[in-house]
C-alpha cells in the first residue's frame, strides 16, 4: 500500500490525499490530535467565568476561563454517559450540569457531584472529570491545544510565524487585537488541505477574484501578479506567507496596505503615533498586517482570521470573522464592514474562493488522470532570503511546496 | 371592518414580494436592483435574527451602493459561484402586512428555496421581513431582512440572490 507521505513529491502531490477517508483519519491521529492547533482568543472569555464553544479538528470543544483566571479546553462530552454537556454557545457560569443524569463538572473539568450520591459509594470521583486537551498555551492572546500530553513547545511550533503574530499586534495602538465580533460558519465540500494551500497560493488571485476586483476597482490583483514585487515565503513547521510589504514600501503610503489613506482614520492615526512615535508608528502604517498560513487551521488574512475545522475527507468548514484592535473604534467598523462584503457564504471573495475548493476536490475525485497535482510553479527561481526563509515570486507555489514538507513529516512520524 | 381598498393595497404588496421572488429566481439582476430606494439595506444575519449588524458578523450586511457592487459582479461573467448559474425554485408563503404608516409597509413572508447546483441540491429556508415604500406611485424596497432558519450553522455557499 502506498503511504501518505509517498504521495508528496518535491513538485506533485498525489490527488488521492484529497479524497481518500482512511489518510484522512490517519490525519486526524497525527496531525489534528497531535500538533498544536489553534482553538480560540482570549478576548473570546474576558471575564472569569465566561466560556464559548469553540472547535478542535471535528471536535467540540469549550474553552473556559475559570475563576483563578486560567484557560481550559474541555471536551463537550459527560463522563458519565457521553451526553453533550453544554449546548449554548457561550455564557458566564462556574459549573456545568449535564441535563441527563445531573453530574454537574466545575469550569475546570472536575466532577463536582453526582444525584442520589449513594449509588456510587466508592468511586473515585477524580478519574470521572471531562475530557480535556492536556496540552493548552497562548501566543499574544492566540489559544492553541494539543492532544499530545508531550512534544514541542507552543513557541518551537509557532516557530517563525511568532513574528506574523507580532507584527499583527503591532498594528494596534493599544497592541492587542480582539475576537469580538462573532464567526461567519462556511462550508465546503472539499478537502482541508485545499483550503490550507489555496490561503497563501498568490496564483489565483487575478484569476478567481478578477470580478470583484475589476468591478471594485482593487489593486489586490496587481500584488498578485508576475511584475508584483512581493514574496510567497515558506516560513517552515508547515507555515507560509505571502508578503506583502516590499509592494506596500514601494508605493509609501499607510494605510495603502488597507485600501484607504491616513486622512480617513484620523483617530487610529493618532493613536498609533501616540503609541509607537511618528516614525515607527508610520512604517508599520505602511507595512500593514501579515498575510500568513499557520499550519495547520489559523489564516490570518490581513483584516480577519479563518479558522479552519476538518470534519471529513471532503468536508470543511471555514470559520472568519473581522480582526478587531484594541481601542480603535474607527477602524474597527470599517474592518468589520470590509470583512463582511469579503468573505463567508456570500462573500465576494470567498464564495468564488469555496467554489473552486469544491471543483477541485470533484476533480482529484471523479477523474483518475493525472494522478499528480502538479506544484513546481516557480521551483527554479526558489531563493534564501536573509533569514534563511525559502522565499519565490508573489505567484509561485513555494508556499505549498512548504505545507506539504511539512506534511509529510508530521505523516511519517511514527 | 375590511375595507375595498385595504384588500387592494394587500394584493399590491403580495404582488410586489411575489415579482421580487421571481426576479431573483430567475436571475434577473437590473429588474431586482431596480426595486430598491436609494436608501435601500439588504441584510442577512448570522448566528440568531437579532444580533447588532453594528457590532457582530452578518452573511450579507449591504448598503445601497453595496447592493449594486454585488450587481455589478454578477454581470462581470465571472463570479465562478454563479457560473453556471444556480437553478432557483421558491415558494412564498405566509404574506403578511405588519403594519402600515404613511408610505410605508412591514411585511413578513416565508420562503423555501430548492437551489440546484455544481455541488448538488440544497433547501433553504428563511422568515423574511421587508420595509416597503410607495415613491412616486410605485412601492419599492427599503430594507429586506432574511431570516435563514439555519443562521447559526455551517452553510454552504449563498451566492444568489436571496
Ligand atoms: S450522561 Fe450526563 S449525567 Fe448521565
Ligand atoms: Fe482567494
Known amino acids: 500500500m502506498v503511504t501518505a507521505s509517498e504521495m508528496v513529491r518535491?513538485?506533485?502531490?498525489?490527488?488521492?490525499?484529497?479524497?481518500?477517508?482512511?489518510?484522512?483519519?490517519?490525519?486526524?491521529?497525527?496531525?489534528?490530535?497531535?500538533?498544536?492547533?489553534?482553538?480560540?482568543?482570549?478576548?473570546?472569555?474576558?471575564?472569569?467565568?465566561?466560556?464559548?464553544?469553540?472547535?478542535?479538528?471535528?471536535q467540540q470543544v469549550l474553552m473556559t476561563r475559570d475563576r483563578k483566571g486560567e484557560i481550559n479546553l474541555l471536551l463537550n462530552r459527560c463522563a458519565h454517559r457521553g451526553n453533550q454537556l453544554c449546548m449554548e454557545q457561550k455564557g458566564n457560569r462556574s459549573s456545568f450540569t449535564c441535563p441527563y443524569h445531573g453530574w454537574t463538572?466545575?469550569?475546570?473539568?472536575?466532577?463536582?457531584?453526582?444525584?442520589?450520591?449513594?449509588?456510587?459509594?466508592?468511586?473515585?470521583?477524580?478519574?470521572?472529570?471531562?475530557?480535556?486537551?492536556?496540552?493548552v498555551a497562548q501566543y499574544r492572546g492566540f489559544v492553541f491545544g494539543s492532544f499530545a500530553a508531550e512534544g514541542p513547545s507552543l513557541e518551537e511550533h509557532l516557530g517563525a510565524a511568532r513574528d506574523a503574530l507580532d507584527r499583527l499586534c503591532e498594528t494596534s495602538p493599544s497592541g492587542e487585537v480582539e475576537i469580538t465580533a462573532g464567526f461567519l460558519q462556511h462550508r465546503a465540500k472539499s478537502n482541508w488541505k485545499f483550503l490550507v494551500e489555496n490561503e497563501t497560493d498568490g496564483y489565483h488571485p487575478q484569476f478567481v477574484h478578477a470580478s470583484i476586483f475589476s468591478v471594485?476597482?482593487?489593486?489586490?490583483?496587481?500584488?498578485?501578479?508576475?511584475?508584483?514585487?512581493?514574496?510567497?515565503?515558506?516560513?517552515?513547521?508547515?507555515?507560509?506567507?505571502?508578503?506583502?510589504?516590499?509592494?506596500?514600501?514601494?508605493?509609501?503610503?499607510?494605510?495603502?496596505?488597507?485600501?484607504?489613506?491616513?486622512?480617513?482614520?484620523?483617530?487610529?492615526?493618532?493613536?498609533?503615533?501616540?503609541?509607537?512615535?511618528e516614525e515607527r508608528a508610520t512604517q508599520i502604517m505602511i507595512d500593514g498586517t501579515p498575510h500568513v498560513m499557520i499550519f495547520p487551521n489559523l489564516f490570518i488574512a490581513e483584516i480577519q482570521i479563518f479558522v479552519i475545522q476538518p470534519l471529513a475527507a471532503n468536508e470543511t468548514v471555514q470559520h472568519?470573522?473581522?480582526?478587531?484592535?484594541?481601542?480603535?473604534?474607527?477602524?474597527?467598523?470599517?474592518?468589520?464592514?470590509?470583512?463582511?462584503?469579503?468573505?463567508?457564504?456570500?462573500?465576494?471573495?470567498?464564495?468564488?474562493?469555496?467554489e473552486m475548493y469544491e471543483r477541485t476536490q470533484r476533480g482529484v475525485t471523479g477523474a483518475s488522470k493525472?494522478?499528480?497535482?502538479?506544484?513546481?510553479?516557480?521551483?527554479?527561481?526558489?531563493?534564501?532570503?536573509?533569514?534563511?526563509?525559502?522565499?519565490?515570486?508573489?505567484?509561485?507555489?513555494?508556499?505549498?511546496?512548504?505545507i506539504w514538507r511539512h506534511y509529510r513529516s508530521l505523516m511519517e512520524a511514527g | 371592518m375590511i375595507e375595498a381598498q385595504d384588500l387592494l393595497l394587500f394584493k399590491e404588496i403580495e404582488q410586489f414580494v411575489y415579482r421580487e421572488a421571481r426576479l431573483q429566481d430567475s436571475h434577473e439582476y437590473d429588474a431586482w436592483e431596480a426595486l430598491w430606494t436609494d436608501d435601500g439595506m439588504y441584510w442577512i444575519p448570522a448566528n440568531g435574527d437579532d444580533i447588532d449588524p453594528e457590532s457582530q458578523m452578518s452573511i450579507i450586511y449591504d448598503n445601497r451602493s453595496r447592493i449594486a457592487l454585488r450587481i455589478k459582479q454578477f454581470h462581470t461573467g465571472k463570479r465562478h459561484t454563479q457560473t453556471p448559474r444556480s437553478r432557483l425554485c421558491r415558494v412564498l408563503s405566509n404574506v403578511e402586512l405588519l403594519e402600515s404608516t404613511g408610505n410605508e409597509y412591514r411585511v413578513t413572508a416565508n420562503s423555501m428555496i430548492f437551489e440546484s447546483n455544481a455541488r448538488g441540491d440544497t433547501i433553504w429556508g428563511a422568515r423574511t421581513e421587508y420595509l416597503l415604500r410607495r415613491e412616486s406611485d410605485a412601492l419599492k424596497m427599503a430594507k429586506k431582512k432574511v431570516m435563514l432558519s439555519n443562521n447559526d450553522k455551517p452553510l454552504y455557499t449563498l451566492s444568489f440572490l436571496v
Request: without cysteine; proline residues 6%.
Open chain 1, 10 to 58: 518535491t513538485d506533485s502531490v498525489h490527488g488521492a490525499l484529497y479524497s481518500d477517508e482512511a489518510i484522512f483519519q490517519a490525519e486526524l491521529e497525527k496531525i489534528w490530535y497531535r500538533t498544536w492547533v489553534y482553538v480560540g482568543h482570549v478576548s473570546e472569555v474576558p471575564k472569569p467565568n465566561d466560556f464559548v464553544m469553540k472547535v478542535l479538528g471535528p
Open chain 1, 105 to 135: 463538572f466545575s469550569n475546570t473539568g472536575q466532577l463536582r457531584g453526582f444525584p442520589f450520591a449513594s449509588g456510587y459509594d466508592g468511586a473515585d470521583r477524580s478519574k470521572l472529570g471531562l475530557g480535556h486537551v492536556p496540552r
Open chain 1, 216 to 277: 471594485a476597482k482593487s489593486g489586490i490583483g496587481e500584488l498578485y501578479g508576475p511584475q508584483s514585487t512581493a514574496v510567497a515565503r515558506d516560513l517552515g513547521d508547515g507555515h507560509t506567507e505571502n508578503d506583502l510589504r516590499p509592494e506596500f514600501r514601494r508605493i509609501g503610503k499607510p494605510m495603502n496596505w488597507f485600501g484607504t489613506n491616513a486622512e480617513r482614520l484620523p483617530e487610529y492615526v493618532a493613536s498609533m503615533k501616540a503609541a509607537y512615535g
Open chain 1, 320 to 354: 472568519v470573522t473581522a480582526l478587531q484592535f484594541k481601542d480603535a473604534p474607527d477602524l474597527n467598523r470599517r474592518l468589520r464592514q470590509q470583512t463582511m462584503g469579503s468573505v463567508g457564504p456570500a462573500g465576494f471573495l470567498l464564495a468564488d474562493d469555496a
Open chain 1, 370 to 402: 493525472p494522478e499528480w497535482n502538479y506544484l513546481g510553479r516557480g521551483l527554479h527561481r526558489e531563493r534564501r532570503d536573509e533569514n534563511g526563509f525559502l522565499v519565490g515570486d508573489a505567484t509561485d507555489e513555494v508556499t505549498s511546496r512548504g
